[in-house]
């Protein structure tokens, strides 16, 4: 397999931790990549709030454009609210420019607790507006 996406679901603060393990160059790649975020999260019958630790995560210029698109399709699909951690400066070029371009999530945390703590803050502020 060309990648893989580790999933794991933390019930306490009920949010999904996701280490993908790629290096997005093809659109195959992307297809790939999209289907293994298809495969888990269509088992929640929801949108989940989602975690992305990126230390192992790498997107090639050639494939940034389009890999964009696909990470919007995840995002508006798969996701309520969602934080990135250790992007590396070309892949988060790419989430900003997607998040940009496409009103797509791109916030960013310092860690996998800051990220638990801003969904809570997140999820805080949609219960007052409503």
């Known amino acids: ?4 996406i580790n999933f794991k679901h933390d019930t306490a603060n009920d949010v999904i931790i ?10 195959e790649d992307c297809d790939i990549w999209y289907n293994q975020w298809a495969d888990y999260m269509s088992k929640f019958k929801k949108k989940m709030d989602v975690i992305m630790i990126l230390d192992d995560f790498y997107v090639h210029a050639s494939i940034g454009k389009l890999w964009g698109e696909y990470r919007v399709k995840v995002l508006s699909n798969f996701t309520r609210f969602s934080y990135r951690v250790n992007s590396n400066l070309m892949t988060g070029i790419f989430v900003k420019t997607s998040g940009v371009r496409y009103n797509a999530s791109s916030k960013e945390a310092s860690s ?11 999820i805080k502020a949609i219960e007052i507006s409503d």
Request: net charge negative; proline share 4%; charged share 30%.
């Open 18 to 27: 996701v280490e993908p393990h790629w290096n997005i160059e093809t659109k």
């Open 1 to 4: 397999m060309k990648g893989i």
């Open 112 to 122: 996998i607790e800051g990220a638990v703590h801003a969904i809570k803050e997140d």
